[in-house]
């Protein structure tokens, strides 16, 4: 029988809620940039000028966390509810408030899940950055998002590096801020099969304020795995950094 994550849901609807009204007169990041040419070339300056400065979503104390994990040809799930914080020594720490669902999800999808994120963040950040030094980005078109619109680059890497992703990339045609990475990423152990991966990130006051990734990889003898992870920061700022 699949498993109910509406009362762990609402539970993190509680606590993400009250993590937003920790710094409520927090003001988001004024970044001014002053190019020539076109909107597109604006925002795309916009864009790499957002790497220099720090990920809410890495740094910004506290950030709430809610993961949705699951079996879907098995129809077992299970959900973590978590905020982390910064620590001194191991940078971000994870603290765990409620874990709930299928014993098997939780070791073979959540704990296989992080061990796949320490891949990830053991790069260095400067091999991994979205931007010119690294890939190669070609403009494929402009989409509506609902009030607004965002510029649309299929990326590719330059090197066959770990970590890096070849997809496609929405950039805000406003502020340049990321809202939406979607692709595979490279060079990640999975067991068999890609590591897939949609972000979207939703904008306030032109800063990034909530982001939701969807991951999926493969698991010996279970099938795909699925991985919904959505964090809320508690001051709105510059998010800057591929995942």
């Given at each position: 029988m699949p498993f109910d994550s509406s009362p762990l849901r609402r539970l993190s609807g509680s606590v993400?809620?009250?993590?937003l009204c920790i710094r409520p007169n927090a003001r988001a990041a004024d970044v001014s940039i002053q190019v020539g040419g076109s909107a597109r070339d604006l925002a795309f300056a916009r864009y790499i000028a957002a790497h220099g400065q720090r990920d809410p979503f890495a740094t910004s104390e506290p950030v709430g966390v809610f993961i949705e994990a699951s079996l879907p040809e098995l129809y077992k799930s299970a959900a973590l509810l978590a905020?982390?914080?910064?620590?001194?020594?191991?940078?971000?720490?994870?603290?765990?408030l409620q874990?709930?669902?299928?014993?098997?999800?939780?070791?073979?999808?959540?704990?296989?899940?992080?061990?796949?994120?320490?891949?990830?963040?053991?790069?260095?950040?400067?091999?991994v950055a979205i931007t010119p030094d690294n890939y190669k980005f070609r403009f494929a078109g402009e989409v509506k998002t609902g009030g607004g619109a965002a510029y649309v680059y299929d990326i590719a890497p330059k090197k066959n590096r770990r970590?890096?992703?070849?997809?496609?990339?929405?950039?805000?045609?406003?502020?340049?801020?990321?809202v939406v990475l979607s692709g595979?990423?490279?060079?990640?152990?999975?067991?068999?099969?890609?590591?897939d991966v949609v972000r979207d990130t939703t904008l306030m006051n032109g800063s990034a304020f909530a982001r939701v990734t969807h991951v999926s990889f493969a698991v010996p003898l279970l099938g795909r795995a699925e991985v919904v992870i959505t964090e809320i920061v508690a001051t709105p700022e510059v998010t800057a950094q591929p995942y």
């Open positions: 993400l809620l009250l993590i905020v982390r914080r910064q620590d001194e020594n191991d940078g971000g720490q994870l603290d765990v874990i709930a669902g299928d014993g098997t999800v939780v070791e073979e999808v959540l704990e296989r899940y992080f061990a796949l994120r320490q891949q990830f963040d053991a790069q260095p950040l400067s091999s970590g890096l992703v070849v997809g496609q990339l929405w950039m805000d045609s406003e502020t340049g801020r990321e595979h990423s490279t060079g990640i152990s999975t067991a068999g099969g890609r590591f």
